[in-house]
């Protein structure tokens, strides 16, 4: 038979026996409400727990002898544990931790105010209202300097105080993050079948309601050398296409905002992709991803975002662009936004004051586009964590007008998807909350990042290198030929280290498996540090293989090509292998498509 358990959680029903003890069905009912202490339990017939009987009194009893039938409700009280209210911090001590948030937890973070001149009536050692220290994330000063969203530990250092304000004082550890969660709760203690075959108000998500991030996890991206962008820009002005690439650095404190964050890039890698003059097409996963992340770290490196261009010439030849985004358009399509948000959960960030010992991420997305004066420029962004669950949740999809994000439909049994609404002053300047669905504005979902360069370079790698980057089909190959010629070019132990201390070397290095983890780690340590002896590398047997190898390839390539050159004669016209056109010999560019010709 069933009985009808009505406790604080809600009914329940429970299937029994009538030869069964109320110690079996206290043991049922514990399953469902997630009960720990049985003893804690009581019994009754009314809903005054005054007059329940504790379990020990019942326990030996059955269900028949308390005249109990189908259908019946039993009123079930119990105590759930009491969480100590101590100074005992919610930290989680065992997350690791980047080195940046462990320095900045240390740091006391007050803007500091010289003396008021007008204000301020004491002596030197004094202090007033008008030159105290203000707080990190003090409103008058963040609008005061331009800073549109607090940097993530003056975020941390105002949930702090909010929670001593409402304790009181009761508890001065920093309250616990937690992740916002946009899926139907599995398992629900509501008594009916789980997701997708029932759901009800505990178990669904509540309402959403899109707002501004108030803070975010980097406050600048800082490109450690010019290089770097030219060099990654020379390909689209090679062959007109656009390009993606990963962001290597590594992060640092930023003066210029409280408690800031910046990334620091020291090299953008090219993973294999397809790329075409109006898009990309990324090959996800793709495979030497692993290695590539561990020549990061022998260099104490990184991943800190990704980089793509969209561009195109406006046909002036004064090397203008188009400008395509802008406050009238959109700083960053919904597909786009979309896929920042599933890069940004793949890459979370660790922090010992979240529930679950992560919380959001340091992952940005640069986009080269141009500016409003028709030149190249580069921002910055990430997205809010808001996106991230919502797309977790598959509750957004991507539009055909870049500047909406679309709200998917709900499907019975299948998927859930909450009220979404956001505000906005209407044209009487009042703020009014509208429903997202179908779709709503992505400047909602934006968190702008600023960025720049140093005022005085000092690069980890060698911005002059010359040596081919990976992945460029019909520009430039990397194989053991051209890593042979460029090793060799070098006339001194100087130079050789100059010309290894280059990130696309040494990722085609570790590439070629010719040298073991462990040596490979010795030669990123002795290429990268000036005081080590560069000599040591001889005592490398995986380097010995690699100059070997490198020089037999370079002497083939180059007798190979004065064989040819010598002895095939000169081709009248060259057929471009993009387009078929034939083009004059003397030409290095098809005249047809404008791309290079295979000679």
């Not at 800190?304 to 395509?324: A, C, E, P, Q, R």
């Not at 779709?439 to 005022?455: A, D, K, Q, W």
Request: charged letters at 20%; a negative charge.
């Amino acid at each position: 038979m069933l009985l009808r358990i009505r406790s604080k959680e809600g009914m329940n029903r429970v299937q029994v026996e009538p030869n069964d003890s109320f110690l079996s069905l206290a043991q049922k009912i514990a399953g469902i409400l997630k009960i720990e202490d049985l003893n804690t339990m009581a019994m009754g017939n009314n809903p005054n727990p005054t007059t329940a009987a504790s379990i020990a009194m019942l326990k030996n009893k059955t269900i028949a002898e308390a005249n109990l039938k189908h259908g019946d409700i039993v009123y079930v009280t119990y105590v759930e544990p009491q969480q100590t209210m101590g100074t005992e911090s919610p930290v989680i001590p065992t997350v690791k931790q980047d080195e940046v948030d462990d320095y900045l937890e240390k740091q006391r973070g007050l803007i500091t105010r010289k003396k008021d001149p007008k204000f301020c009536r004491h002596g030197d050692n004094a202090m007033c209202d008008y030159c105290m220290p203000l707080e990190p994330y003090d409103a008058g000063y963040l609008e005061e300097n331009k800073i549109k969203h607090m940097s993530f530990h003056s975020y941390l250092r105002q949930l702090n105080t909010n929670q001593q304000s409402k304790t009181m004082g009761a508890n001065n550890s920093l309250p616990p993050l937690e992740e916002q969660n946009f899926k139907v709760k599995i398992p629900c203690t509501g008594g009916h079948a789980p997701w997708p075959e029932g759901i009800c108000t505990k178990c669904q998500p509540s309402a959403i309601t899109l707002q501004r991030q108030v803070y975010r996890m980097v406050d600048h991206v800082e490109f450690s050398s010019a290089s770097l962008i030219e060099n990654f820009l020379n390909y689209w002005r090679t062959s007109g296409c656009q390009r993606f690439g990963y962001l290597y650095g590594r992060y640092e404190p930023y003066a210029e905002v409280p408690l800031g964050i910046k990334a620091v890039v020291e090299a953008i890698y090219e993973p294999p992709q397809d790329d075409h003059s109006d898009g990309i097409e990324l090959r996800l996963p793709w495979t030497d991803e692993q290695k590539i992340n561990e020549v990061a770290e022998n260099c104490g490196l990184v991943q800190v975002g990704m980089i793509f261009s969209d561009l195109i010439d406006d046909g002036s030849g004064n090397g203008k662009v188009v400008t395509k985004r802008h406050a009238d358009s959109y700083f960053l399509s919904s597909v786009e936004c979309i896929f920042a948000a599933e890069m940004q959960r793949r890459h979370p960030n660790y922090t010992r004051h979240a529930v679950g010992g992560k919380f959001s991420s340091k992952f940005v997305t640069c986009v080269i586009s141009g500016d409003m004066d028709g030149h190249i420029d580069v921002t910055a962004y990430q997205v809010s964590d808001t996106l991230t669950s919502l797309q977790e949740a598959e509750i957004v999809e991507g539009s055909r007008k870049p500047s909406v994000m679309r709200i998917k439909d709900s499907i019975p049994h299948e998927r859930y998807v909450p009220e979404v609404f956001y505000k906005f002053k209407n044209e009487y300047n009042v703020v009014v909350k509208q429903s997202a669905k179908p779709s709503f504005p992505v400047e909602y979902l934006l968190v702008n990042v600023t960025h720049g360069f140093p005022h005085n370079p000092n690069p980890l790698f060698n911005p002059e290198s010359s040596f081919p980057i990976e992945n460029r089909e019909g520009i430039n190959h990397q194989n053991m030929a051209a890593l042979g010629n460029y090793i060799n070019a070098a006339s001194n132990n100087t130079q050789l280290r100059q010309l290894l201390c280059d990130f696309h070397v040494l990722c085609y290095i570790r590439l070629t498996d010719t040298l073991t983890p462990e040596e490979f780690k010795v030669l990123c340590n002795i290429v990268l540090h000036p005081n080590e002896n560069i000599d040591q590398l001889d005592q490398i047997n995986g380097w010995h293989t690699l100059r070997i190898l490198a020089n037999e390839s370079g002497t083939a390539h180059s007798s190979s090509s004065k064989t040819t050159s010598s002895s095939a004669p000169t081709p009248k016209e060259i057929a471009c292998r993009h387009c078929t056109f034939s083009n004059p010999s003397r030409n290095e560019n098809c005249e047809m498509c404008g791309l290079p010709l295979n000679r």
